[in-house]
T-cell receptor, first 110, second 110 residues
C-alpha cells in the first residue's frame, strides 16, 4: 500500500517549457487535489477532482491544467512554465475528513 | 471571503505545553482539521473536529468552538521532534475543497 505517490520528485524547467506532474493513489479515494506551497506559506489549491472524469478550479488555477481519466491518477500540466510557478507541488487524496499527501515535487523554472 | 488565521511562530521548551490557535471565517462550516509538516516533508493529518469540544489523541488534543469560529491544537510534553509547521484547514461548502491557514512554525528548544 503505497498511499499517494508523485513523479517526478525534482524538476528544473526553462521558461516556456511544458511538463506534466503525475499523482497516483491506491486508496480508492474519490477526491484528489493539487496544491502549491511557496516558502513560508500555506498550501494553495490549484485544481481538484471529486471523481473520475471531473475536475474543478481551486484558488490559483491560472497557468495549470488537470485531467483525471482514471480514478487513481490525477495529472497536473504546465503548458508554458513561468518563473512564478517555481514552487513545491503536493498532490493529495481524501477520505472525507482526512487528506493524504504525496511527498511533493520541487519545481524550479528558470 | 473565506480565511483562516494562525500565529506565524510559537516557541516553547521541551516538556512544556503549547497551544496553537486558529480562527476561521467561512461561508459554510463542516469541521476543522489540523496537519503537521516537517521541513522538507509533506503535510500529515493530525486531527479533525466536526463538533464542539476537545478531541484527544495521545499527546495532541484539538478543540473546536463553532460559536466562536475558533479552534486550537494543544501539544503536551513537547519533544524536539514536534518542531514543525502546523496548519489548520477547513473544507468549504460541502465540496471537500479545503482552505488551509498559512501555518504556525513551532520551535521546540532543549
Amino acid at each position: 500500500n503505497a498511499g499517494v505517490t508523485q513523479t517526478p520528485k525534482f524538476r528544473v524547467l526553462k521558461t516556456g517549457q511544458s511538463m506534466t506532474l503525475l499523482c497516483a493513489q491506491d486508496m480508492n479515494h474519490e477526491y484528489m487535489y493539487w496544491y502549491r506551497q511557496d516558502p513560508g506559506m500555506g498550501l494553495r489549491l490549484i485544481h481538484y477532482s471529486v471523481g473520475e472524469g471531473t475536475t474543478a478550479k481551486g484558488e490559483v488555477p491560472d497557468g495549470y491544467n488537470v485531467s483525471r481519466l482514471k480514478k487513481q491518477n490525477f495529472l497536473l500540466g504546465l503548458e508554458s512554465a513561468a518563473p512564478s510557478q517555481t514552487s513545491v507541488y503536493f498532490c493529495a487524496s481524501s477520505s472525507l475528513d482526512e487528506q493524504f499527501f504525496g511527498p511533493g515535487t520541487r519545481l524550479t523554472v528558470l | 471571503g473565506q480565511s483562516l488565521e494562525q500565529p506565524s511562530e510559537v516557541t516553547a521548551v521541551e516538556g512544556a505545553i503549547v497551544q496553537i490557535n486558529c480562527t476561521y471565517q467561512t461561508s459554510g462550516f463542516y469541521g476543522l482539521s489540523w496537519y503537521q509538516q516537517h521541513d522538507g516533508g509533506a503535510p500529515t493529518f493530525l486531527s479533525y473536529n466536526a463538533l464542539d469540544g476537545l478531541e484527544e489523541t495521545g499527546r495532541f488534543s484539538s478543540f473546536l468552538s463553532r460559536s466562536d469560529s475558533y479552534g486550537y491544537l494543544l501539544l503536551q510534553e513537547l519533544q524536539m521532534k514536534d518542531s514543525a509547521s502546523y496548519f489548520c484547514a477547513v473544507p468549504t461548502s460541502g465540496t471537500y475543497k479545503y482552505i488551509f491557514g498559512t501555518g504556525t512554525r513551532l520551535k521546540v528548544l532543549a
